[in-house]
């Protein structure tokens, strides 16, 4: 059965709605890129000078050197084009105490309810090895698509194998009720697992469901509530 929970949010603690940190202000043009001449990464044949390389992209990025009109008025458009997206380093510093916060808020108890982060408890305790073999498959309803994979693991190898099958996700399921959407996802995964001759047979699963979710163990969950337009 799918369960539903709604938050208000008319208290809501999110740095989004402090009146006393604004959102950044547009950042500035900066001057260049981090474009790599050839000639430098020839150089850069050992760790130290990989490392150095890095440094010398960072500190003192530059713009290839147009060889005609026509790729100079390409390469001020990308300007142009890219200026709004490059920060200052005091803009990153602002966007990484908000995130900060926004974790500590979602692990707090009094405060998560209101969180734009929940930091839900996920259950995961364990890693993958590298030794994992065999055949899995996997849903995956991210947004406006579902897909349904198979994955085949080779044992000694790092080989990865996959098949998958995309179906788009109607406008009628997204704001319908969940019983339709989750039975539409059983039917697509019936018709994969025919389609590549997987019946009789038990298969692990995985399912990236990417809605927030309260999690009560790995395998089991409350929906808190729907986005992305469902």
Request: charged content about 20%; some cysteine.
């Amino acid at each position: 059965m799918l369960k539903i929970r709604s938050r208000a949010r008319s208290n809501s603690h999110s740095l989004l709605e402090q009146n006393d940190l604004l959102l950044p202000c547009p950042p500035a043009p900066t001057p260049a890129n981090s474009y790599v001449s050839p000639s430098f990464l020839e150089n850069a044949m050992n760790y130290n000078n990989i490392m150095q390389a890095a440094e010398s992209i960072l500190m003192t990025p530059t713009l290839p050197s147009p060889d005609s009109i026509k790729d100079k008025g390409k390469i001020d458009q990308l300007k142009k084009l890219c200026q709004d997206f490059m920060l200052t380093d005091e803009q990153l510093k602002h966007i990484e105490k908000r995130m900060v916060t926004e974790v500590n808020w979602g692990l707090g108890k009094e405060t998560n309810p209101t969180s734009n982060i929940k930091s839900y408890i996920t259950y995961v305790s364990e890693l993958p090895t590298g030794r994992e073999h065999g055949r899995y498959l996997a849903l995956d309803l991210g947004g406006t698509n579902f897909r349904a994979i198979l994955i085949e693991l080779e044992a000694g190898s790092a080989s990865i194998k996959m098949k998958s099958a995309k179906h788009p996700v109607s406008a009628q399921l997204m704001q319908g009720p969940g019983e339709h959407l989750f039975n539409f996802m059983a039917d697509k995964l019936r018709e994969f697992m025919i389609d590549h001759e997987l019946l009789g047979q038990k298969y692990k699963l995985g399912f990236t469901f990417s809605f927030p979710t309260i999690q009560h163990s790995i395998s089991s969950a409350d929906l808190a509530n729907w986005t992305k337009g469902y």
